[in-house]
């Protein structure tokens, strides 16, 4: 049982290049998530999804964008990579919107 | 919006002594509260949840929190820590009716010393 996988575990981008996080789980849950975590500030809320078809905004959304076409994967886009968006990214999925699975992150640096 | 507050956002103790790492959430509307953990390069694992019952929630590796409704608190504690403790803590919330996602606080860093 994989649960949550996310690759790659570590990009560096130049500024204005584009990247996908791939994010997976096999665990057939509804649920999933898309947070970012810098150093102080916790972990904040890019996207979401309560099922396959279905994506909302999360607290900070500018500059990604996702797609759910099937319950298992949940990627996260990014058209034009700014210095911002240096961080640690985790995915997450969840059964029934409690208790969260997390995957072990990507480390993204944007030069 | 709900918010949660943690306010230490470190915390040293030396091995075997009891610690407490406060949460406060900001609204009186009912909620379900989890406290996670996430240790060096890894992703964060659930140490317990509170969603309905009994207000002292135990959870994995000998933690427990208490769910105190006046006071807007969720406090985790452990009466005695192992230098494998240390780690990042975040406390999250979601209420009862508004939403599908959790809300999570900025982190506790306990670091347990020998």
């Known amino acids: 049982n994989a649960g949550v996988t996310q690759t790659p575990k570590f990009r560096i981008l130049k500024i204005g290049q584009s990247m996908t996080l791939q994010c997976t789980q096999d665990m057939n849950h509804n649920y999933m998530y898309w947070y970012r975590q810098d150093p102080g500030m916790g972990l904040k809320l890019i996207y979401y999804s309560v099922g396959a078809g279905i994506t909302d905004k999360g607290e900070v959304p500018n500059g990604y964008n996702v797609s759910r076409s099937t319950t298992e994967d949940f990627p996260l886009r990014l058209e034009l990579a700014a210095p911002s968006q240096t961080s640690v990214y985790f995915c997450?999925?969840?059964?029934?919107?409690?208790?969260?699975?997390f995957g072990s992150g990507t480390r993204l640096t944007v030069v | 919006a709900q918010s949660v507050t943690q306010l230490d956002s470190q915390v040293p103790v030396f091995e075997e002594a009891p610690v407490e790492l406060r949460c406060n959430y900001s609204?009186?509307?009912?909620?379900?509260l989890f406290w996670y953990v996430q240790y060096p390069n890894q992703g964060l694992q659930l140490l317990l949840k509170?969603?309905?019952?009994?207000?002292l929630v135990k959870g994995i590796n000998g933690f427990e929190a208490e769910f105190n409704k006046s006071q807007t608190s969720f406090h985790l504690r452990k009466p005695s820590v192992h230098i494998s403790d240390t780690a990042e803590y975040f406390c999250?919330?979601?209420?009862?009716?508004?939403?599908?996602?959790?809300?999570f606080g900025t982190g506790t860093r306990l670091q347990v010393f020998p």
């Open positions: 999250a919330v979601r209420d009862l009716y508004n939403t599908d996602k959790l809300i």
């Open positions: 509170y969603l309905s019952g009994s207000t």
């Open positions: 997450a999925s969840s059964y029934d919107g409690y208790g969260y699975t």
């Open positions: 609204s009186s509307v009912s909620v379900y």
